[in-house]
C-alpha cells in the first residue's frame, strides 16, 4: 500500500512564526503536492513538485514555500504564520499517469 | 473562470435512488480525470479514474466528453454509505498540476 504521512495532524501556532508542514512518501513518485481546504472553497494547490529540488507555484502560493531535497519528503514551510493561514493542510504524491494519495491531513491553527 | 467546477450541492436523496453529478473544466489541455470521495474530515481517497469511452464498477459509472469538456459520476441504488463529498480532478501540463473541483456534497437517506 501507498503511504503519504504528515508530520502532525494538529498544530497549533502564534502569528508570525516559521512553521514547517512536513510530507514524506514511500512509493518513490515523481510528483508532490500541497493544498489547502477550507470550508466552500474545496482544495486549493499552493505549491507542487515534479522532481527534486524542482518546484511549481500553485493557485495560491503567497505567503508559502516549499523545499523537495529529496524525492521522499516535501516541505511546506509558513515563512510567518498569519491568522488566515488557520487551515486543513493536505499534502498528496502521485506516479506519472497515476492517481494521487493523500495524507491525513495537518489541521494547523494559527493564534 | 475556476479550472475545475461542479455543483457544491448538497444532493440529498432517498436510499435506493439514482444520483449523477457533473463537472465542467476549462483546459482543454487536461489530460486525465478522476473522481475522489472524501468522507468528513477524512483525507479524499480514488473513487475511480475517467476514461474516454467511459467506465463503470459496480453501481459507478463515470464518463469523460471531451467536446464539451465536462465529467460526470452516476451512482444507481444509493446507499447510506455513499454519503460523502465527492470530488473531481483534472490533470494539466507537462508538470502534471492536479486541479480538483470544489466538491459536490452528498447525503443519503432512509
Known amino acids: ?39 466552500g ?30 524525492k521522499e519528503r516535501f516541505s511546506l514551510i509558513l515563512e510567518s504564520a498569519s491568522t488566515n493561514q488557520t487551515s486543513m493542510y493536505l499534502c498528496a504524491s502521485r506516479s506519472l499517469d497515476a492517481e494521487a494519495f493523500f495524507g491525513q491531513g495537518t489541521r494547523l491553527t494559527v493564534v | 473562470r475556476k479550472e475545475v467546477e461542479q455543483d457544491p450541492g448538497p444532493f440529498n436523496v432517498p436510499e435506493g435512488a439514482t444520483v449523477a453529478f457533473n463537472c465542467t473544466y476549462s ?9 475522489y470521495r472524501q468522507d468528513c474530515r477524512k483525507e479524499p481517497k480514488l473513487l475511480m479514474s475517467v476514461y474516454s469511452s467511459g467506465n463503470e464498477d459496480g453501481r459507478f459509472t463515470a464518463q469523460l466528453n471531451r ?42 437517506t432512509l
Open chain 2, 27 to 35: 483546459n482543454s489541455a487536461s489530460q486525465s480525470f478522476f473522481w
Open chain 1, 41 to 70: 472553497l474545496g482544495l486549493r494547490l499552493i505549491y507542487f513538485s515534479y522532481d527534486v529540488k524542482m518546484k511549481e507555484k500553485g493557485d495560491i502560493p503567497e505567503g508559502y514555500s516549499v523545499s523537495r531535497e529529496k
Open chain 2, 67 to 108: 467536446a464539451s469538456q465536462y465529467i460526470s459520476l452516476l451512482i444507481r441504488d444509493s446507499k447510506l454509505s455513499d454519503s460523502a463529498t465527492y470530488l473531481c480532478v483534472g490533470i494539466t501540463g507537462t508538470a502534471s498540476k492536479l486541479t480538483f473541483g470544489t466538491g459536490t456534497r452528498l447525503q443519503v
Open chain 1, 1 to 39: 500500500d501507498v503511504k503519504v504521512t504528515q508530520s502532525s495532524r494538529y498544530l497549533v501556532k502564534r502569528t508570525g512564526e516559521k512553521v514547517f508542514l512536513e510530507c514524506v512518501q514511500d512509493m518513490d513518485h515523481e510528483n508532490m503536492f500541497w493544498y489547502r481546504q477550507d470550508p
